[in-house]
């Protein structure tokens, strides 16, 4: 089990195991506070030693016994560390020169600047060792020698699990011992073992007793520091970087089941699965389920009727109609914001997901589009649609641009917007998860007169809220004047259903008019409704209050960071990334296009599709070499994964052409790629995914080097010949 601990962490530094994911780079370049210095290596390096610490720690109580001799040496707890020494040295001499390789290659980092984060890993390190040496020193001064070795009577009384595996482990020992000739001193000079033979099993077991409860003193030191930063996660100073908390995390796991096969020895393993299953069904039974919920939904009134009877009910033809004709006084008021006698383009902007790169690729896409068209750009747009980071970089341009038209001043197209959207999102989110969902989460906050927990939901969508100046922080039934109104772009979000896979379509009024194409088949009975209108649903739950930041969370549900949210009804249904049934808001525009196609057609000298990818659609195809069994094993199911955006695409390319039989006016489509073209040794290493280009990681936290990346790309020849083409048709 420890093997394993360092086997991943081994992978991780080096990139052998979680490249796609950006997991690396948390080791390699940690951010705190925004900043990559100093402070944020020295963090690491605290975090560090406390993992080898326990690693030693649990070295020491597991096969300690297998070592005799070292009872009879002075301070010998100090002395297996140093023997016990090889890996921990190994790892820090390999992440080190990482860290070097990286920050030199893509970081950009002056001699002077790695020096000096280098220097703060060291101190960190060196501190964090220095206040366990001391500890132990003092804790272990006189527990050794045979003579004056005195451990509190409470204690042995209160370790009686742990005397009887001591005393099992001592018999053990005895028949068991590994053979020493040589071990290291202080001084780092090889001693010869003497053969002092066994003591007696009371002198033996209070060694036992000392270090387990040396185990407790540190576990507890440890369990109380992640309490109280939890306590604190909302202030941004508590909030570490997120390869520390996965250190933490990993140094608890290591104490614990150092821990579990003292207290349990051979039957460690077989406690621990028990445990498990018994925790397993617990949860199963909803005992000890955490549900995270959506803000500013009244989750204390009856939950709504979740079944196919209600589906059907909540699709039928009058609610179609309704929504239906609310929504053409936004077709009208759009309309009339250009000349009666000059029909316009009417725009549809599909951002596609993809974590931060997706983000900060959408709103450098829209700037640098809308401001060579003078503004004509969002003017001429009707509808956003996409998923996860896309949306919320397309939501976050949508709000400047509607403060811009307020009076207020923003610069929508500043490049400050640029540096805040990219900020990192991802050291709160996994800190949240470690300090508060898995050992907190009692602290509630109110929202619009209702009560929520303060769980790894509120921690993405308070750091959303900040990097964009808290400009989206209002209900979603805010946006439905300036929409209907024709001010800014209606924007729909289509979160997955985890239950069914159907869409929960969410906007600033009912839409259910998205399930359209099922008037075309009023007989039939059997229809399985792409989507769900959230507005319908949720009527007796104030679905209009909902936050739209919750919207855009759970539209950007990014699996296992970021949770799923569990909303009212019954039977319960949990809310996935929109990514899941289509990434890139192609089929949702076409739905909406059909919907009102007749209009559309009339009012309009067509339409254009605007999709703004995180990724390029026809990208080069990977020859298969070199498989082995387990590329064999495993290309059923990865070929799926891999492909999955292809599909997507191929989708929605049946989608549009079908489009062309029952839309009768001119469709065009302008396709602005993120592509980085060039690639640097370091990263070809780290990721076999990115043998030809340097593309940003999948991830709420960017590198400097993947910012510049992404930035430029706008500035690529295809991307500047589509928003050529773009200005043409928009003119």
């Not at 209907?484 to 929960?504: E, F, H, S, Y």
């Amino acid at each position: 089990m420890l093997i394993l601990c360092w086997i991943i962490l081994f992978a991780m530094v080096t990139g052998s195991f979680g490249k796609y994911l950006g997991i690396p780079y948390l080791f390699l370049d940690p951010e705190y506070l925004n900043k990559v210095n100093f402070r944020s290596f020295f963090i690491i390096g605290m975090v560090s030693a406390g993992f080898i610490t326990a690693f030693h720690i649990t070295c020491y109580i597991t096969d300690g016994h297998r070592f005799s001799f070292v009872g009879a040496l002075s301070r010998p707890f100090s002395k297996f560390v140093i023997n016990n020494s090889i890996i921990p040295v190994l790892f820090l001499v390999v992440y080190v020169t990482e860290i070097i390789q990286f920050q030199i290659n893509n970081e950009y980092s002056r001699a002077g600047d790695l020096a000096w984060n280098l220097g703060g890993l060291i101190a960190g390190y060196l501190f964090m060792s220095g206040i366990f040496f001391v500890y132990f020193w003092l804790t272990n001064k006189d527990i050794f020698r045979y003579v004056v070795c005195r451990i509190d009577e409470k204690i042995k009384q209160n370790v009686k699990v742990t005397r009887a595996s001591a005393m099992k482990k001592l018999d053990i020992a005895r028949k068991k011992q590994i053979r020493v000739d040589n071990y290291l001193d202080f001084n780092l000079k090889v001693r010869p073992v003497e053969d002092s033979g066994f003591y007696d099993k009371a002198t033996i077991l209070q060694v036992f007793d000392q270090n387990h409860f040396n185990l407790v003193i540190i576990e507890l030191f440890i369990f109380g520091l992640v309490l109280v930063l939890g306590l604190f996660k909302d202030y941004p100073a508590f909030q570490l970087p997120a390869a520390a908390s996965f250190i933490i995390f990993l140094t608890i796991f290591v104490m614990m089941a150092g821990a579990f096969s003292y207290w349990f020895g051979g039957w460690s393993a077989t406690t621990a699965l028990i445990l498990f299953l018994v925790l397993n069904h617990l949860v199963g039974e909803e005992y000890l389920t955490r549900r995270y919920e959506a803000f500013g939904l009244d989750y204390l009134k009856p939950a709504s009727e979740y079944s196919v009877n209600s589906l059907r009910v909540l699709n039928d033809t009058a609610h179609l109609q309704r929504d239906w004709r609310a929504n053409y006084p936004m077709l009208e008021n759009w309309r009339k914001k250009f000349p009666a006698d000059k029909k316009p383009k009417m725009v549809f902007l599909c951002a596609s997901g993809g974590g931060k790169r997706a983000a900060l690729w959408t709103l450098t896409a829209l700037q640098t589009a809308d401001s060579l068209s003078h503004g004509a750009l969002m003017e001429q747009s009707i509808l956003i649609t996409g998923a996860s980071g896309g949306l919320i970089g397309a939501s976050y341009f949508r709000e400047l641009k509607l403060r811009e038209k307020q009076g207020e001043n923003p610069h929508p197209y500043s490049e400050v917007h640029r540096q805040r959207i990219s900020t990192d999102n991802l050291n709160p989110l996994i800190f949240s998860l470690m300090a508060n969902d898995l050992f907190v989460g009692f602290t509630k906050f109110e929202y619009n007169g209702n009560y929520y927990y303060r769980d790894r939901g509120y921690t993405f969508e308070e750091q959303l809220n900040q990097i964009t100046e808290r400009m989206m922080d209002k209900p979603i039934k805010a946006y439905d004047s300036v929409e209907q109104q024709g001010i800014i772009p209606m924007v729909i979000l289509a979160p997955t259903i985890v239950n069914d896979g159907r869409k929960l379509y969410i906007a600033a009024r009912p839409v259910s008019f998205m399930n359209y194409d099922i008037m075309s088949y009023p007989n039939y009975d059997l229809s399985k409704y792409a989507g769900i209108d959230f507005f319908t649903l949720f009527k007796d739950q104030n679905a209009g209050d909902l936050r739209f930041l919750s919207a855009l969370r759970m539209s950007a549900t990014f699996p296992y960071i970021t949770p799923n949210t569990t909303l009212p009804t019954e039977p319960a249904i949990k809310i996935m990334d929109a990514g899941i049934s289509d990434n890139f808001g192609l089929t949702d525009a076409v739905r909406f296009v059909y919907a009102y196609k007749d209009w559309i057609a009339e009012n309009t000298s067509g339409i254009v599709f605007v999709s703004i990818r995180d990724s390029p659609k026809l990208g080069a195809i990977a020859p298969k070499v070199g498989q082995t069994i387990i590329d064999d094993m495993t290309q059923p199911i990865s070929s799926v994964y891999n492909n999955f955006e292809n599909f997507q695409d191929i989708n929605s390319d049946m989608f549009i052409n079908q489009a062309k039989y029952w839309f009768h006016n001119k469709i065009d489509r302008v396709d602005i790629q993120y592509q980085s073209e060039s690639y640097t040794p370091i990263l070809q290493k780290m990721d076999s995914i990115r043998q030809n280009n340097s593309r940003a990681s999948l991830s709420w936290r960017l590198t400097t080097r993947e910012k510049y990346g992404i930035i430029s790309s706008i500035n690529s020849d295809d991307n500047k010949a589509e928003l050529k083409r773009l200005g043409e048709l928009l003119k």
